[in-house]
């Protein structure tokens, strides 16, 4: 403002000095006109009119109201654009910082794949198998991942917690690149006084794409090429989908669960444990629980209006619309007990099939297994009080420590993963105290330093 001032004064003082000179006055009172003068005159003037219309239609657009208006707004969509963009970028390179495999634990699974193959007769597999394993009257688990350390503290902090470990029976499956280095590792450090196997997702001959649908359409190479291409281009063009890029939901081992029924048909109940969970109590009382014919006991999730079935899956959908309620309640897989007789009269594997079939074009939902979860076990699942299961350490930093020591199992779902340098540190030392330290190739492959 002061400017532009100071700006209207130079310009009055000019055009005065300019009219009162000698040369202007005898331009105006005299008959005869030296025409030198008068063009140097109307050269003079029409420059100070012509600098008086900027000074003008400067303090115009200064003063002018709508037109700041205008320009707030162009600045804050550009600003909120650039924001946008940072954030794209930044929810990729999370994405890629999340699933990469640290150093030290790609050291781990091949130290463990060295001493197999350096010693194939120490872990050869012509045991005769445990009568443990299918024993339906012994506690079991289930555990599906490729990460070998990830198995090993979920096992780990099962067993430290167990009144009676040898009541206790794992059931871990993996893709066939990790199975020796996962079962080098349970020979070399068996859980103290229980039992357990570990096998290939390929052991399970049933599971072909014949049979599964979801094996089917991860063949798919539309499906693909949505998972592999995951360029930064299409991640900032596909935001509110990015999480479901990862690797993981175009793995097998994350959709077995679906099958517990026909992968184990001896057993009546099995606990299903995600392999980024931490037990903390004993759970034998899960099996005590009436679950009042329900298939699935879960923790659920929803609060207001937040975690609704219509957070999941497309209402627009008329299948889905008149099928279920938009309104109910979510739950939380991770710990999840299933009653697998149950499981069998209800037909959930198929009840399942179907609704994949349905969604070979991914139109009642895009990715993950919650939603067709919440499908499968719609109006089947008994809600657990919320001390079983207590989620969010890895993402949200302000869950209570008091709650998070109160509760039976810890759930680590989000990016920050605690084996990892972007987990969050107030969360990290429940799942490290279950870190097998004394394991030489731990030792040899420094984790945790």
């Given at each position: 403002?002061?400017?532009?001032?100071?700006?209207?004064?130079?310009?009055?003082?000019?055009?005065?000095?300019?009219?009162?000179?000698?040369?202007?006055?005898?331009?105006?009172?005299?008959?005869?006109?030296?025409?030198?003068?008068?063009?140097?005159?109307?050269?003079?003037?029409?420059?100070?009119?012509?600098?008086?219309?900027?000074?003008?239609?400067?303090?115009?657009?200064?003063?002018?109201?709508?037109?700041?208006?205008?320009?707030?707004?162009?600045?804050?969509?550009?600003?909120?654009?650039?924001?946008?963009?940072?954030?794209?970028?930044?929810?990729?390179?999370?994405?890629?910082?999340?699933?990469?495999?640290?150093?030290?634990?790609?050291?781990?699974?091949?130290?463990?794949?060295?001493?197999?193959?350096?010693?194939?007769?120490?872990?050869?597999?012509?045991?005769?198998?445990?009568?443990?394993?299918?024993?339906?009257?012994?506690?079991?688990?289930?555990?599906?991942?490729?990460?070998?350390?990830?198995?090993?503290?979920?096992?780990?902090?099962?067993?430290?917690?167990?009144?009676?470990?040898?009541?206790?029976?794992?059931?871990?499956?993996?893709?066939?690149?990790?199975?020796?280095?996962?079962?080098?590792?349970?020979?070399?450090?068996?859980?103290?006084?229980?039992?357990?196997?570990?096998?290939?997702?390929?052991?399970?001959?049933?599971?072909?794409?014949?049979?599964?649908?979801?094996?089917?359409?991860?063949?798919?190479?539309?499906?693909?090429?949505?998972?592999?291409?995951?360029?930064?281009?299409?991640?900032?063009?596909?935001?509110?989908?990015?999480?479901?890029?990862?690797?993981?939901?175009?793995?097998?081992?994350?959709?077995?669960?679906?099958?517990?029924?026909?992968?184990?048909?001896?057993?009546?109940?099995?606990?299903?444990?995600?392999?980024?969970?931490?037990?903390?109590?004993?759970?034998?009382?899960?099996?005590?629980?009436?679950?009042?014919?329900?298939?699935?006991?879960?923790?659920?999730?929803?609060?207001?209006?937040?975690?609704?079935?219509?957070?999941?899956?497309?209402?627009?959908?008329?299948?889905?619309?008149k099928k279920f309620n938009p309104k109910a309640c979510a739950w939380a897989y991770g710990m999840n007990l299933f009653d697998l007789d149950a499981w069998r009269r209800k037909k959930c594997t198929e009840e399942y099939h179907l609704w994949q079939n349905l969604n070979a074009n991914r139109t009642l939902w895009t990715h993950g297994t919650l939603p067709p979860g919440l499908i499968t076990f719609y109006k089947m699942t008994k809600p657990l009080d919320k001390s079983w299961h207590v989620l969010g350490l890895g993402y949200n930093p302000n869950i209570s420590l008091e709650k998070i020591k109160n509760a039976a199992v810890v759930h680590y779902n989000g990016n920050m993963k605690p084996?990892?340098?972007?987990?969050?540190?107030?969360?990290?030392?429940?799942?490290?105290?279950?870190?097998?330290?004394?394991?030489?190739?731990?030792?040899?492959?420094?984790?945790?330093?």
């Open positions: 403002m002061a400017k532009q001032l100071r700006s209207f004064a130079d310009l009055i003082k000019n055009f005065t000095e300019l009219l009162y000179r000698p040369e202007s006055k005898a331009l105006q009172g005299s008959s005869v006109v030296d025409e030198e003068n008068l063009r140097l005159f109307e050269k003079e003037v029409k420059e100070l009119i012509k600098a008086t219309r900027q000074s003008v239609s400067e303090a115009k657009e200064l003063y002018d109201n709508q037109i700041k208006i205008q320009k707030l707004e162009d600045t804050v969509f550009a600003v909120n654009d650039q924001l946008m963009r940072a954030k794209k970028q930044d929810s990729f390179s999370s994405l890629i910082a999340a699933k990469s495999v640290p150093k030290s634990l790609h050291c781990l699974s091949t130290r463990l794949m060295v001493e197999y193959v350096s010693n194939p007769e120490k872990y050869s597999d012509h045991e005769t198998p445990h009568p443990e394993l299918n024993d339906p009257n012994l506690y079991h688990y289930a555990i599906f991942t490729d990460s070998v350390l990830a198995a090993s503290v979920v096992v780990n902090s099962v067993v430290k917690n167990a009144k009676d470990p040898h009541k206790h029976v794992f059931h871990v499956v993996t893709d066939k690149v990790s199975l020796w280095s996962m079962r080098v590792w349970f020979r070399m450090r068996p859980p103290k006084g229980s039992h357990i196997e570990v096998k290939a997702v390929e052991n399970y001959k049933f599971l072909n794409s014949s049979y599964a649908t979801v094996l089917r359409q991860l063949e798919e190479a539309k499906l693909q090429r949505f998972h592999f291409e995951n360029q930064l281009k299409n991640a900032t063009r596909d935001s509110p989908n990015i999480k479901f890029r990862s690797p993981k939901y175009f793995s097998i081992l994350s959709h077995l669960r679906f099958y517990l029924a026909e992968m184990y048909p001896r057993l009546h109940k099995i606990l299903f444990l995600d392999d980024d969970v931490v037990v903390q109590q004993d759970l034998t009382g899960l099996w005590e629980i009436d679950m009042e014919g329900k298939v699935n006991a879960a923790v659920e999730i929803c609060f207001g209006s937040f975690h609704r079935y219509d957070k999941y899956i497309n209402f627009s959908n008329p299948l889905i619309k084996w990892l340098d972007l987990a969050m540190i107030q969360y990290r030392d429940f799942w490290t105290k279950y870190v097998d330290y004394g394991m030489v190739y731990v030792q040899m492959c420094n984790f945790g330093h």
